[in-house]
């Protein structure tokens, strides 16, 4: 059974740092990888999907990159700001013809003024 | 852009009683999905739809039922709502399988 799991749970910064937000899962048999956010009472953004023949994707400060053969995937935030404090979750679908998106936990992250 | 819209945003029911979730999307997405996100058991697929005229269970699928109207509306119903079913529903789509899926805002349903 495939299981997602992000590590840290919550994290907090000071505004302009970079920083790494991991996803890990444990069947490398995935379709591809998607990154949401979501904002506390609201639904899911998508952010940026990685599909399972791509190492990376870049949206903006955003670059998310994917090593299927290890299970981890890894959101890069550039200059953070305050305006990204959200929560981060990390979904993988596996294999063609499965509908089913798995996800993880979550990173709660803060951005500090 | 509308995306896909849910209603109620919110919604409290008491035990036994029924109510059905809407979904919409104006994207021209072929499949669709209710999920429920509970404090830590993450997002769960209750129940999709591949295709217009199809749908199939997912991870929880029971004490629900669901209808694909035409390819822009997806509804669940709860027949007999339980306390257990308290949480965040999110319908979400997507056009085909290596896509984007794209989230709805959200019902906070609450039984008592």
């Known amino acids: 059974k495939q299981e997602v799991t992000q590590i840290p749970a919550a994290l907090s910064v000071p505004e302009g740092e970079n920083l790494v937000l991991n996803c890990s899962f444990t069947d490398s048999a995935i379709y591809n990888l998607q990154w949401f956010r979501q904002d506390p009472g609201k639904g899911l953004t998508s952010l940026l999907l990685?599909?399972?023949?791509?190492r990376e994707q870049t949206s903006g400060r955003l670059n998310a990159s994917l090593d299927k053969s290890s299970g981890r995937s890894t959101l890069y935030i550039a200059a953070s700001q305050p305006g990204d404090s959200a929560t981060y979750l990390c979904?993988?679908?596996?294999?063609?013809?499965?509908?089913?998106?798995?996800f993880g936990q979550g990173t709660r992250l803060t951005i500090n003024p | 852009n509308a995306g896909v819209t849910q209603t109620p945003k919110f919604q409290v029911l008491k035990t036994g009683q029924s109510m059905t979730l809407q979904c919409a999307q104006d994207m021209n997405h072929n499949s669709m999905y209710w999920y429920r996100q509970d404090p830590g058991m993450g997002l769960r697929l209750i129940y999709y739809?591949?295709?217009?005229?199809?749908?199939d269970k997912g991870e929880v699928p029971n004490g629900y039922n669901v209808s694909r109207l035409n390819k822009r509306e997806f509804s669940l119903r709860l027949e007999s709502a339980a306390p257990s079913q308290t949480s965040v529903y999110f319908c979400?789509?997507?056009?085909?399988?290596?896509?984007?899926?794209?989230f709805g805002q959200g019902t906070r349903l609450t039984v008592v």
């Open positions: 739809s591949a295709s217009e005229g199809t749908t």
């Open positions: 990685i599909q399972s023949s791509q």
């Open positions: 979904a993988v679908r596996e294999g063609q013809g499965a509908q089913k998106l798995v």
């Open positions: 979400a789509s997507r056009k085909i399988q290596n896509t984007e899926a794209f």
